[in-house]
């Protein structure tokens, strides 16, 4: 019971992680310092997917299964759990690349959005200053 308790948790961090590193971005824009957690999480990311490498959490998960009696499953967490929902047909080596690239892409436009902010935040810090004086 305590295994497949903790084998859905680790399904959990896997899934937040997923969708930290595809929408993370979004935060940054809020909270500009999350790019130093963000940045490091879209590289792995990026990596993982584009070596068609397995992420460490999905074998934590089958060995923490096998403990609660429950059959783990083959290949990674996104064959097993986000493939059938968006690539019905299946993922290619071609696709892996493609996504991590787009990944990066995304976010580092985002990033761009929060330099751009940042940047009109100083001049306006300046100005501000300059104005007082």
Request: charged residues 15%; contains cysteine; positive net charge.
């Amino acid at each position: 019971m305590a295994y497949g308790l903790l084998a859905n948790l680790v399904l959990l961090l896997h899934f937040a992680f997923i969708l930290f590193v595809i929408f993370g971005a979004l935060l940054v824009l809020r909270w500009p310092r999350l790019l130093w957690l963000h940045g490091p999480a879209v590289v792995w990311a990026a990596v993982v997917i584009a070596m068609g490498w397995i992420c460490p959490l999905t074998p934590l998960e089958n060995w923490l299964l096998g403990l609660a009696g429950e059959a783990g499953y083959q290949g990674g967490f996104i064959e097993h759990y986000l493939v059938p929902l968006i690539y019905p047909a299946g993922l290619t080596p071609s696709i892996q690349l493609g996504l991590s690239t787009s990944v990066v892409l995304v976010n580092v436009l985002l990033y761009e959005v929060v330099g751009k902010r940042r940047a009109r935040r100083r001049r306006l810090s300046r100005i501000t200053r300059r104005q007082r004086y």
